[in-house]
């Protein structure tokens, strides 16, 4: 008996949201190389959510918790430096911002970033504790504009007592300038 309550706490407290592909995207190119995504493109993509086009901006969804104003950024880069690694350089330098690098990987024609972070509620007193995944996926569309898959996962205690988990994975489409 006491599995069967373990396994329906489990699956009462898990939840999952998976975007589609948009059907009006130009379609991903996978017979392009990495180098085929190098290149600069604006700050803020394209995405759907419950069938309505919204704004956002690659800066947000890599960098959520950055301190530093994001709103100031206009544009990213994918470069690929002398030793033939890739890089995500992320806002301009001025008095306000500093450019942040990200190592990217490249795999099957596409450049990836994964990030993994443990968190705790923000508030003193907060019974919470987890663990978050999040993987960037970078592919070149037919028209060389870059699409973004982010994918989204966390497990932790609420309450320290009752196991939550939750996945989301999204897509966003950014022009390139």
Known sequence: MKPIFILLILLLSACSFTAQYPQNWEAIDQSKTCDSIIGQYKNNGE????????????SYIVLPNNKQNLSTIESFDVVKNDAGLYKLIIGNSTSEFNPIAIELQCQKGSLHIAKDSNFTGHEPGALVLGVESNSFSLFNSANNNLILKTENSAVGLLMLVIPV????????????L
């Open 165 to 176: 988990a939750g996945s989301t994975d999204n897509w966003y489409k950014f022009e390139r």
């Open 47 to 58: 995405y759907y959510f419950d069938g309505k086009p919204l704004q956002r901006g690659f």
